[in-house]
């Protein structure tokens, strides 16, 4: 079987919605909890979003099961690996996006990726590299005060490229229209 798309998502509800946009747009998807056993059948699918668990955990754990959820979806054809993240970046200064983000960029062997953090059916959105929930700032939002992963910079360029051993930069949409 040839995957079109292999998908690794960072929590189970993020994976669901995804698993859910992608077979309304047309996609045979199925989705998995953690990354599944290498005998496992898989019917006719266009698409596999492989849920993890691996937001707030130490971000070292959390790339080894991203690299073992890539591995499992290359193995199984996929030609092209998307990295899905929660649409609020619910990520520390330490990580969990950018040190996985590298890992699998690094295994891929791309000079470079896009990070498209938004959501815009759920009012999640970005303006020059700023992330909105709703009409505020991610950091003037009630998940500033998130928990397990508070949000005090709504600037992703800046949240990213602390986390990350890569150049980080923004891709403006005046420069995309060019």
């Known amino acids: 079987m040839k995957l079109s798309l292999g998908c690794i998502a960072d929590d189970y509800t993020g994976a669901s919605d995804l698993a859910n946009t992608l077979t309304r747009q047309g996609l045979r998807t199925v989705q998995t909890i ?18 993890l668990k ?3 955990i130490e971000a070292g754990v959390a790339v080894e099961r991203s690299r073992a959820a890539e591995k499992w979806l290359r193995g199984r054809g996929a030609g092209h690996v998307l990295f899905k993240i929660c649409s609020t970046f619910d990520s ?12 699998l960029r690094t295994d891929s062997g791309d000079a470079i990726v896009l990070v498209t953090p938004a959501f815009p059916e759920t009012g999640r959105t970005v303006y020059q590299g700023n992330l909105f929930v709703g009409s505020v700032p991610l950091n003037e939002s009630p998940l500033k005060d998130h928990p397990l992963n508070p949000m005090h910079d709504s600037n ?10 890569t150049k980080v930069g923004l891709a403006d949409l005046a420069t995309l229209s060019r």
């Open 34 to 51: 953690g990354v599944p056993s290498d005998d496992l059948a898989l019917p006719e699918v266009d698409a596999v979003v492989v849920s």
């Open 92 to 103: 520390t200064d330490a990580g969990n996006i950018g040190p996985v983000m590298d890992a």
């Open 156 to 165: 992703l360029v800046r949240v990213l490229a602390r986390q990350s051993q």
């Open 54 to 56: 691996s937001r707030s």
